[in-house]
């Protein structure tokens, strides 16, 4: 708990010398081991501090140049858990519509029968579900099997990072709105023969409609999205 509190505090300490100081976008912050010793705490509690105000882009930070107040200037790259973490629900279905095909594509070549048989029950899970809750959580784990059946670590790795985004309060309140304007019943069997003609294709072998079949059911949500 104490770092936790610490942690905090250099947090909020932060902020105040932003302010104070009256730092102007694109200033430089001093060097972690100076606002260590000015603030009495770890380089580490620093560090930690520095990567939640980019997160909210008070700050951004350039390897081997610093740390600067402000979002970052157009053309600089930024973190992608910084990029993540400022997403809409709608950056976030473009971004599956373009990438979770091709998870489905792949895979249709490298799935194992226990990964198909999971998937299969996943799908049927997600059209018996009671509520929104329910179906998220097999909605999720679906699309997460299908990751994984793949079988490329790298596109597991980016399919994680850009799934961390359905644990955020904006996208469960936009998928509760989803699931009320779709009427439950309704929406929950759509998407699971949506699912189910997902896990044929990739039953079948059949990398290119594995990957329509995908984008078929992401289309339906993507078209829920409120803009």
């Known amino acids: 708990m104490a770092a936790r509190r610490n942690h905090g505090q250099v947090l909020d300490q932060l902020r105040q010398l932003i302010e104070i100081d009256r730092l ?22 620093v560090r930690k501090a520095l990567a939640v105000l980019e997160r909210e ?62 998937l299969r029950w996943l799908a049927e899970q997600t059209g ?3 509520d929104w809750r329910e179906y998220e959580q097999f909605d999720e784990a679906f699309h997460k099997t299908v990751a994984e059946a793949s079988g490329n670590a790298l596109l597991i790795a980016m399919f994680t990072e850009l799934s961390s985004l359905r644990g955020r309060a904006l996208w469960q309140r936009e998928h509760d709105a989803i699931f009320r304007r779709a009427h439950r019943d309704a929406y929950a069997k759509e998407q699971a023969a949506l699912h189910g003609a997902v896990v044929d294709a990739i039953a079948a072998g059949d990398g290119p409609a594995a990957r329509d079949a ?14």
């Open 57 to 118: 882009g008070a700050v951004w930070r350039r390897q081997g140049q610093g740390t600067f107040v402000g979002p970052a200037p157009v053309g600089v790259p930024r973190p992608l858990r910084a990029v993540l973490s400022g997403a809409t629900p709608r950056q976030l279905m473009r971004a599956r519509l373009i990438f979770e095909p091709v998870l489905a594509q792949e895979a249709a070549r490298a799935a194992t029968p226990p990964q198909i048989a999971r």
């Open 214 to 227: 995908m984008g078929r059911h992401l289309i339906v949500i993507d078209s829920l999205v409120a803009d």
């Open 24 to 45: 102007k976008p694109q200033d430089a912050l001093p060097p972690e081991r100076d606002l260590a010793k000015s603030l009495g705490c770890s380089r580490e509690s």
């Open 128 to 130: 018996q579900a009671r």
